[in-house]
């Protein structure tokens, strides 16, 4: 019998949870959490903490709903070095181009279109209704939150963060770390890690 392990009982991790539902791949799904006061999450029981992962490998599936790039990243890495099984979780309405690579980990949700030649990277989570245009790089541990839009040949640095309606235009390369504020449009190279705001996106820290 296959398990699913979600590390993350929030919010994010409900939807991953509804996600493995649709894809009924899983027959049992269960939740780690360190908020004790956390004991079921969209009706399935928290078991312990994100600790014991480690103590679960071999009996569950794990997938990381950790919506920081940077613990989401830690976490990954210490699972993969302990022969962790990292599945991809993709919603059934989701559109998915020809010749798109979609690394392990990785999260897209509903709505999400991902056009031909794309490459995602592991551990990514292309959000509900955002879209990711023709050859796009998009590296690990990014975020693209609800309702980005990254136009085509777009390269994204790992662990950079696209806010929710933000805009990215074609041919931008984006450097690794780089957060965009919500509905933040970005017409040219950003090669200073940072956060950047506003139409046209500008850097205020």
């Known amino acids: 019998?296959?398990?699913?392990?979600?590390?993350?009982?929030?919010?994010?991790?409900?939807?991953?949870?509804?996600?493995?539902l649709k894809m009924n791949t899983w027959q049992e799904i269960a939740f780690l959490d360190d908020d004790e006061t956390i004991i079921s999450?969209?009706?399935f029981d928290v078991i312990g903490?994100?600790?014991?992962?480690?103590?679960?490998?071999?009996?569950?599936d794990i997938f990381i709903a950790i919506g920081n790039n940077e613990i989401r990243k830690k976490v990954h890495n210490q699972l993969s070095i302990a022969g962790a099984t990292i599945p991809t979780l993709i919603h059934p309405s989701a559109v998915i181009g020809v010749q798109v690579e979609i690394g392990e980990g990785t999260v897209v949700m509903a709505g999400a279109v991902i056009n031909c030649g794309c490459r995602i990277g592991k551990n990514c989570i292309v959000n509900t209704g955002a879209t990711v245009d023709h050859d796009g790089i998009i590296r690990d541990y990014v975020h693209i939150?609800?309702?980005?839009?990254?136009?085509?040949?777009?390269?994204?640095g790992e662990c950079a963060w696209i806010g929710v309606g933000a805009v990215v235009s074609n041919n931008v390369e984006i450097t690794a770390g780089t957060i965009i504020g919500a509905g933040a449009v970005v017409v040219k190279d950003i090669r200073e890690a940072g956060t950047y705001v506003g139409v046209l996106a500008r850097r205020v820290k």
């Open 1 to 20: 019998m296959k398990k699913l392990l979600i590390i993350g009982a929030g919010g994010h991790g409900r939807v991953i949870a509804d996600i493995a």
């Open 41 to 43: 999450s969209l009706e």
């Open 49 to 60: 903490k994100s600790s014991k992962a480690l103590r679960l490998i071999g009996e569950y």
């Open 145 to 156: 939150s609800p309702g980005a839009h990254i136009a085509g040949t777009v390269s994204i």
